[in-house]
């Protein structure tokens, strides 16, 4: 287990449990195994977790905040502004949800680039970021 301290008073806020490499790894091929399905699913299906994710970060807007606040030790205001911004974010990847068709996207750059960019209607899978800790560096 490790705590969590508020970085101004040194007050463990909260105890959070560690999950060992085998839990990861575990995670990592479940996550892989449900891909397919996940995959099937329609995209207008897949945003709606995208909008209720918005929906309870709304509800709790004022509490994330604060939670920021206490864990990083970043001025309220800030924290709001994170909270938002993240609200925001996911409102704009739900709704580009609503277009998972695949198209192509003209280029910006002009003609004299010879570059293509094309959407996927496909999701793009389960990603994970190993912390330091999965990487056996402490």
């Keep these: 287990y490790l705590n969590v301290p508020n970085p101004a008073t040194a007050e463990v806020l909260a105890t959070v449990p560690l999950s060992p490499v085998t839990e990861v790894d575990e995670a990592a091929h479940l996550a892989l195994a449900a891909f397919p ?8 299906a897949r945003i709606q977790y995208l909008f209720k994710l918005k929906q309870l970060m709304e509800e709790n807007f004022e509490d994330l905040s604060r939670s920021i606040t206490m864990e990083n030790g970043k001025p309220l205001p800030q924290a709001l502004g994170e909270v938002a911004m993240t609200v925001d974010h ?7 949800g609503r ?29 994970m970021r190993p912390t330091a800790r999965h990487c056996g560096c402490r």
């Design 90 to 96: 996911l409102l704009w990847y739900a709704e580009e």
């Design 37 to 44: 399905a996940w995959r099937r699913t329609p995209a207008a």
């Design 99 to 127: 277009r998972a068709y695949g198209r192509v996207v003209p280029n910006q750059a002009g003609e004299s680039i010879s570059r293509i960019r094309a959407t996927s209607s496909s999701p793009p899978g389960s990603t």
